[in-house]
């Protein structure tokens, strides 16, 4: 399974950016995925989750309203549209692949992939 993250950049506060995640080695339509983030000395961070089919989603309170995750099971393909950009959202954004049911779908991630670096400046 490989997991490919790309779209990250430099934005303004207040900015707006997309960025994406490919697989391949999967059946990608067949599992949940999910965005997380990691912040330079902080741990890593759930930021979204969205279904096989794309009907369902959950975000991290954080970036509720803000961002939104979406997906595009022919081209194997994971969104997450960033709006109102905060430099608090500055971070390596990386993708993966939830394969096993937890209480919560902030766990249950197996595959993961190389992250994207987005910066936020004030």
């Known amino acids: 399974v490989q997991l490919q993250a790309c779209g990250g950049g430099l934005v303004q506060t207040g900015g707006s950016l997309t960025v994406s995640c490919t697989a391949s080695g999967l059946a990608f339509s067949g599992y949940g995925m999910g965005w997380f983030r990691q912040a330079p000395g902080k741990e890593r961070e759930f930021v979204a989750y969205?279904?096989?089919?794309?009907?369902?989603?959950y975000y991290t309170d954080s970036v509720k309203g803000r961002f939104t995750i979406s997906r595009g099971n022919a081209k194997n393909t994971m969104y997450l549209q960033m709006n109102s950009l905060k430099p608090e959202d500055t971070a390596v954004y990386s993708c993966?692949?939830?394969?096993?049911?937890?209480?919560?779908?902030?766990?249950?991630?197996?595959?993961w992939g190389t992250g994207t670096q987005v910066t936020v400046s004030s």
């Open positions: 993966a692949v939830r394969t096993i049911a937890k209480a919560t779908v902030r766990d249950g991630y197996n595959y």
């Open positions: 969205i279904n096989w089919d794309g009907g369902s989603t």
